[in-house]
């Protein structure tokens, strides 16, 4: 069974720092796919980058961007130029081919001015 | 487009009681799925569906009943409430291929006392 492990319970950065937070996961699949997603206090939750397995550039968007690394199964988050709206929940997910997307614990991101 | 729909909000229900949470979605999507979040624990499947008249188990479904017979709607039923299933709830959609990410609900936050 795929697990997702994110190892950082609680984080917190300097406005306009950067930040990375990290994630592992264990499989024995090739193609796959993995997720952040952000959950703000109000609890909605938000996709905040995808990256697909057999892609070996990393996913960027904005000022956010991952660090992939396959062979080590590791999917870290890096923030740049943190923001206050960014304090958040983040969880790191993964994805198989039965539809089945599995979710880490979750890294609790507090961004202080 | 509204996206996902979840009702209630909030709901409170004593020990043995039973509750149907609602969700509904208008963008056509096949895959419908529920997800709870407790605290640690990240998000864990308790039933999924890949189209009308079609679902099946994830993680964590005992007390717990789905039924889809239409596209939009997957309502979620709690059997015999108990206080184990104090949890916030997510109902969640996906369109497109497999690679495709979750839409979520904003969630439900239940307490059974």
């Known amino acids: 069974a795929q697990t997702v492990t994110q190892s950082q319970p609680e984080m917190s950065v300097q406005e306009a720092e950067t930040v990375t937070l990290s994630c592992t996961y264990d499989t024995s699949e090739n193609n796959y796919y993995l997720f952040w997603y952000k959950q703000p206090p109000s609890r909605q939750m938000i996709l905040v980058i995808r990256q697909e397995a057999y892609k070996q550039q990393n996913a960027t968007e904005n000022r956010f961007s991952v660090n992939f690394q396959k062979a080590a199964k590791s999917f870290s988050l890096k923030i740049s130029d943190s923001q206050l709206g960014d304090t958040a929940m983040y969880f790191c997910?993964?994805?198989?081919?039965?539809?089945?997307?599995?979710f880490g614990a979750g890294t609790r991101l507090t961004v202080k001015p | 487009n509204a996206g996902v729909t979840q009702t209630p909000k909030f709901q409170v229900l004593k020990t043995g009681q039973s509750m149907t949470l609602q969700c509904a979605q208008d963008?056509?999507?096949?895959?419908m799925s529920w997800y709870r979040q407790d605290p640690g624990m990240g998000l864990r499947l308790i039933h999924y569906?890949?189209?009308?008249?079609?679902?099946d188990q994830g993680e964590v479904p005992n007390g717990y009943n789905v039924s889809r017979s239409t596209t939009e709607d997957f309502p979620l039923r709690l059997l015999s409430a108990a206080p184990s299933q104090t949890s916030v709830y997510f109902c969640?959609?996906?369109?497109?291929?497999?690679?495709?990410?979750?839409?979520f609900g904003n969630g439900t936050r239940l307490t059974v006392t």
């Open positions: 997910a993964f994805k198989f081919y039965n539809n089945d997307m599995r």
């Open positions: 569906s890949v189209g009308a008249g079609i679902t």
């Open positions: 963008m056509n999507h096949e895959y």
């Open positions: 969640a959609s996906r369109g497109g291929g497999v690679g495709s990410p979750l839409h």
